[in-house]
């Protein structure tokens, strides 16, 4: 009998060992499990945040490029109107230098005046502009600006 109690005893004792073991290992697999899990997920936060400090970095680039095109637009229209402004300058002093020496030299420097070349900054072509059209081009890009600017729009081709 108490051999059978001893071996009872040694029985429920390996099946407690191996029970306990089993528990500690699948516990201990589970923990691992954790640990990698959340150190995965943390480094896939980071990668994620990552991500987007690059992405948003890219889109400041890409837009500081669209704004730097535009500005360069502008500056080029700008010049544009003043190197027109010029001329148109240009002509009227013409006009009355040709009043003082005479009414024939003040038609042909009219004349002259009156059809310029200027090289457009976005075509390497020349194109010739007349006064006329000079007056036209000023108006839209006036009343262009008056819209951006939000400026109540006139029609300045019905005002002439």
């Known amino acids: 009998m108490k051999k059978l109690r001893n071996d ?3 029985d429920l004792r390996d099946e407690l060992e191996d029970e306990l073991r089993d528990t500690f290992v699948s516990d201990l697999i589970e923990n691992v499990k954790t640990d990698i899990l959340e150190d995965i997920r943390d480094e896939m936060k980071e990668q994620l945040v990552n991500l987007e400090e690059e992405m948003k970095e890219k889109l400041r680039e890409e ?3 669209d704004l730097t095109s ?3 637009e502008e ?3 700008e010049l544009i109107a003043r190197f027109k402004l010029d001329i148109t300058q240009l002509k009227s002093r013409i006009s009355k230098l040709g009043r003082k020496e005479g009414v024939g ?3 042909e420097a009219s ?3 009156s059809i310029v070349t200027v ?3 976005t075509s390497p072509k020349k194109r010739v502009v007349s006064e006329e059209k000079e007056k036209d081009i000023e108006g839209e890009r006036t009343q262009q600006k008056k819209e951006r600017e939000g ?3 006139v029609d300045w081709r019905n005002t002439l």
């Open 8 to 10: 009872l005893y040694d």
């Open 63 to 65: 837009l500081k490029v």
């Open 70 to 72: 535009e500005v360069e």
């Open 75 to 77: 500056v080029t229209n």
């Open 105 to 107: 030299k003040a038609s």
């Open 111 to 113: 004349e002259e005046a």
């Open 119 to 121: 090289k457009s900054p």
């Open 151 to 153: 400026s109540p729009v």
